[in-house]
């Protein structure tokens, strides 16, 4: 079973991007993914989360309405949206799942134990 995150780049402010993070060995429809990102200097940060089957959607409050977390079940993928980005966004962003045991919908990196590899995004004029 893996993640597999990709998509990032260099983009201008106010720019968007869409990543996408591709599993192998279990269906993304059966568990929850979410997105992190670490700029640097900081703390892990929990970005989106899709749940399971139809348990909704997470984002943190710097993201509400510019970035938008979807699944599709046919390519086995998650993607994440982001529009309007800001020179703040910069980050590794890495996408995540809870293969071990069922948890709810969560932005904690710690309900999490299976990790793709990061993808850098770069918010810069």
């Known amino acids: 079973v893996q993640l597999q995150a990709y998509g990032g780049g260099l983009v201008q402010p106010g720019g968007s991007l869409r990543l996408s993070c591709a599993a192998s060995g279990f269906n993304v429809d059966d568990y929850n993914i979410a997105w992190f990102r670490r700029a640097p200097g900081k703390e892990c940060e929990g970005v989106s989360c899709i749940g399971s089957g139809n348990e909704g959607t997470l984002y943190v409050g710097s993201v509400k309405g510019r970035f938008t977390i979807s699944r599709d079940n046919a390519k086995n993928t998650v993607h994440l949206q982001m529009n309007s980005l800001k020179p703040e966004d910069t980050a590794v962003y890495y996408c995540?799942?809870?293969?071990?045991?069922?948890?709810?919908?969560?932005?904690?990196?710690?309900?999490?134990?299976?990790w793709g590899q990061g993808t850098q995004v770069t918010v810069s004029s």
């Open positions: 995540a799942t809870n293969i071990a045991a069922y948890s709810i919908p969560s932005l904690d990196e710690y309900d999490y134990d299976l």
